[in-house]
C-alpha cells in the first residue's frame, strides 16, 4: 500500500482558521486571578470567548455588578493595547477592590451582561451510573471555571434518538438516557444559554467524585417558573 494523499505539512498549511466572534459584545470568563510579575497587581486570566477588550474601556464585573476601568492588558507576557476573541489575557482592573474579582465571574460589556442565575433547565446525557438520578438528587454542578453544590428539582422529559421528548415525565433517570432536566444552584453562577454562548452553556454533573451527566443548558428560569 503506498499512500496517495497530500503530506502532513501541506494538509496543515490547508487548515482553516477558527472564526472568531469579534463582532459580539464582550465576554471573558475569569479562570484564575493572580499577581502580574510585571506590576505586582492583582489580574483577571482568561479567554475572550467574544468581543474585543482595550485599554481604557470600561467592563461589568460579575458576579459583583460593579464596573470597572482596563488599566493594562497582556497577552503572551506581553502588554497590548487592544485583545480580540480568541486570545488569551492577563487583564488588570482598575476602580475595583481586587477582592471583588473572582475565578469564575465574568468581565463583559456594561450594556449586555452576562446572566448570573440558579434556576436552570439542562439538557443532559447521563453518563454510566449505579445509582439513578431522582428528583432531589444532589449533585456538583460544573460549568467554565465554576463549580456549584446544586440539586435536581425536576425531570421534564426523556429524549428519544431524535431528540423527541416523551410526553410523560419519568420518576427517575438510568444510564445512558437523554433527558430534560431543572437543577437548582446553592448560588448563582455567571451563566449563559448554550444557543447564545457556548462556552458559558457547556455544563456536567458530578457525584462522589464521577461525572454522572454531561449537557448543555437551554433555559435560564425565575424562581417563579422553576
Known amino acids: 500500500f503506498r499512500y496517495q494523499g497530500s503530506c502532513l505539512l501541506d494538509a496543515i498549511d490547508s487548515l482553516q482558521l477558527p472564526s472568531r466572534d469579534v463582532s459580539k459584545p464582550l465576554i ?4 484564575d486571578v493572580i499577581k502580574s510579575q510585571s506590576t505586582g497587581q ?4 482568561g479567554k475572550l470567548e467574544t468581543g474585543a477588550i482595550r485599554n481604557g474601556s470600561k467592563v461589568l464585573v ?3 455588578e460593579e ?5 493594562t ?3 503572551d507576557s ?24 473572582i475565578p469564575g465571574g465574568i468581565l463583559c460589556h456594561p450594556g449586555f451582561p452576562v446572566p448570573v442565575a440558579n434556576y436552570l433547565e439542562l439538557k443532559i446525557r447521563v453518563l454510566d451510573i449505579a445509582i439513578p438520578i431522582l428528583i432531589g438528587y444532589q449533585v456538583e454542578f460544573h460549568i467554565h471555571h465554576v463549580k456549584e453544590a446544586a440539586r435536581v428539582t425536576k425531570i421534564v ?9 416523551s410526553k410523560t415525565a419519568p420518576r427517575f433517570l438510568k444510564s445512558k438516557q437523554n433527558a430534560v432536566v431543572q437543577v437548582t444552584l ?8 448554550f444557543s447564545k454562548c457556548r462556552a458559558l452553556g457547556r455544563a456536567f454533573l458530578r457525584s462522589s467524585g464521577s461525572t454522572i451527566a454531561v449537557g448543555i443548558v437551554t433555559k435560564i428560569m425565575r424562581q417563579d417558573q422553576h
Open 73 to 75: 492588558i497582556e497577552r
Open 78 to 101: 506581553s502588554s497590548c493595547s487592544i485583545a480580540r476573541a480568541g486570545d488569551n489575557v492577563a487583564v488588570i482592573l482598575q476602580g475595583i477592590d481586587g477582592s471583588r474579582i
Open 62 to 64: 460579575l458576579p459583583c
Open 186 to 193: 446553592d448560588q448563582a453562577v455567571c451563566v449563559e444559554e
Open 42 to 45: 492583582l489580574a483577571a486570566f
Open 67 to 71: 464596573v470597572a476601568t482596563v488599566k
Open 28 to 31: 471573558l470568563p475569569i479562570c
Open 157 to 165: 422529559a426523556l429524549l428519544d434518538k431524535t431528540g423527541k421528548p
